[in-house]
């Protein structure tokens, strides 16, 4: 179940690049494409690879709802994460100069895309009954990441936006009403 929710999430971001983001000007340095392809190619060799995924996916009562959880959080976060996306590309795409995002989990915290993203790789683990120890060290990377990328995303905000930034102190940093 792990590999095909993974698979799902990669075609999704896939049609989001093609269909949905806007680009701008910016060029990604070679790098993070050679890193970010290597994280995904290695995100589904290690499902398969891993002991636990030998392992037959236990029924009991609680393990099940481990599984509809896991699904739950991930159908949530990839529908919040293309929200967030389609937001972020309608300003792109209809304003002159960037602007402060807002709407869905933008009202909560800076950096939603980044929480999506960690909830997508928790539910994973979910997926995986927490038997897949190495999408366990992958999602704390992601976590660790996408903390560190979230951090830098609200000072860029406070920093090219102190007005707006400051009338929206209320936005968390990564975890909604947390940090």
């Known amino acids: 179940m792990c590999l095909?929710?993974?698979?799902?999430?990669?075609?999704?971001?896939?049609?989001?690049?093609?269909?949905?983001?806007?680009?701008?000007?910016?060029t990604m340095h070679a790098a993070a494409l050679i890193l970010g392809t290597c994280h995904y190619i290695m995100v589904s060799l290690s499902i398969v690879l891993d002991d636990g995924a030998r392992d037959p996916m236990s029924l009991?009562?609680?393990?099940?709802?481990?599984?509809?959880?896991?699904?739950?959080?991930?159908?949530?976060?990839s529908a919040h994460q293309m929200t967030c996306n389609a937001i972020l590309a309608s300003i792109k795409s209809s304003a002159i100069s960037y602007a402060i995002p807002q709407g869905d989990w933008?009202?909560?915290?800076?950096?939603?895309?980044?929480?999506?993203?960690?909830?997508?790789?928790?539910?994973?683990?979910l997926l995986s009954q927490g038997r897949n120890s190495n999408l366990m060290r992958i999602a704390l990377?992601?976590?660790?990441?996408?903390s560190i990328s979230a951090h830098r995303a609200k000072a860029w905000y406070v920093a090219t936006f102190p007005a707006a930034a400051a009338a929206l102190g209320h936005r968390a940093t990564l975890i909604p009403h947390v940090w």
């Open 4 to 26: 095909v929710c993974l698979q799902c999430h990669l075609f999704r971001r896939m049609l989001e690049s093609v269909s949905i983001t806007q680009f701008g000007d910016s």
């Open 60 to 77: 009991h009562w609680f393990d099940v709802l481990v599984l509809l959880g896991g699904l739950s959080l991930f159908l949530v976060a």
């Open 106 to 125: 933008f009202d909560l915290t800076w950096s939603p895309l980044y929480w999506a993203e960690v909830l997508l790789y928790t539910s994973l683990v």
């Open 141 to 146: 990377w992601v976590a660790i990441n996408q």
